[in-house]
């Protein structure tokens, strides 16, 4: 099983990112993927999550410029940021939910000021 991100790098505050996540490998039905961040000495947060039918979850903090997507068919799940603030910078991971929990490796988002 590999869940891959990417998309991630160095934006500066105001500007936008989209992240990809594909996961390969995974015989069993997906119910559900997501997008978590951890940013140093934070503990790891749901940024945005999305079901198999596509019902949505959004940290409050995001909501309204941040936008969760996925591809069934693909396997895969992207995540649109626009108006990026300082306090998005994190290490971004993808969460691929079916009968167990898979994560990806992680990519960087730095917003700079």
């Known amino acids: 099983v590999h869940v891959v991100e990417s998309g991630g790098g160095l934006v500066e505050a105001g500007g936008s990112l989209r992240l990809s996540c594909a996961a390969s490998?995974?015989?069993?039905?997906?119910?559900?993927m997501g997008w978590y961040r951890q940013a140093p000495g934070n503990e790891r947060e749901l940024v945005a999550g999305?079901?198999?039918?596509?019902?949505?979850k959004y940290l409050d903090s995001v909501e309204g410029r941040f936008t969760i997507s996925r591809d069934n068919a693909k396997n895969a799940v992207y995540l649109q940021m626009n108006s990026l603030k300082p306090e998005d910078t994190a290490v971004y991971y993808c969460?691929?939910?079916?009968?167990?929990?898979?994560w990806g490796q992680g990519t960087q988002v730095t917003v700079s000021s």
């Open positions: 969460k691929v939910v079916t009968y167990r929990d898979y």
């Open positions: 999305i079901t198999s039918v596509g019902r949505t």
């Open positions: 490998g995974i015989i069993s039905s997906i119910s559900a």
